[in-house]
């Protein structure tokens, strides 16, 4: 694997589930393989079992209703 990945990942929640386990394990994995790994969320329960110093967490009032996407993704970028 290349050490020049960069990855986002969006999530709303980081509460026990599914998708939020394996959103932290690809996390753990790239930086472990050198990569640089951020997470995007409004918060949760599993940002506990992340090392900070590897992983960087990114806190945001992420949501999933469309609208809100929009009025966030102008607010940062206009």
């Given at each position: 694997?290349?050490?020049n990945i960069r990855l986002l990942q969006i999530?709303?929640?980081?509460?026990?589930?599914?998708?939020?386990?394996?959103?932290?394990?690809?996390?753990?994995?790239?930086?472990?393989?050198?990569?640089?790994?951020?997470?995007?969320?409004?918060?949760?329960?599993?940002?506990?079992?992340?090392?900070k110093k590897k992983i960087k967490i990114i806190?945001?009032?992420?949501?999933?209703?469309?609208?809100?996407?929009?009025?966030?993704?102008?607010?940062?970028?206009?």
């Amino acid at each position: 694997m290349s050490a020049n990945i960069r990855l986002l990942q969006i999530i709303p929640n980081m509460d026990i589930g599914g998708a939020e386990t394996g959103c932290l394990h690809v996390a753990e994995h790239i930086s472990k393989e050198g990569g640089f790994s951020a997470i995007l969320t409004s918060g949760g329960k599993l940002l506990e079992l992340i090392d900070k110093k590897k992983i960087k967490i990114i806190r945001w009032p992420v949501n999933k209703n469309f609208f809100i996407i929009i009025l966030n993704v102008f607010y940062i970028f206009f």
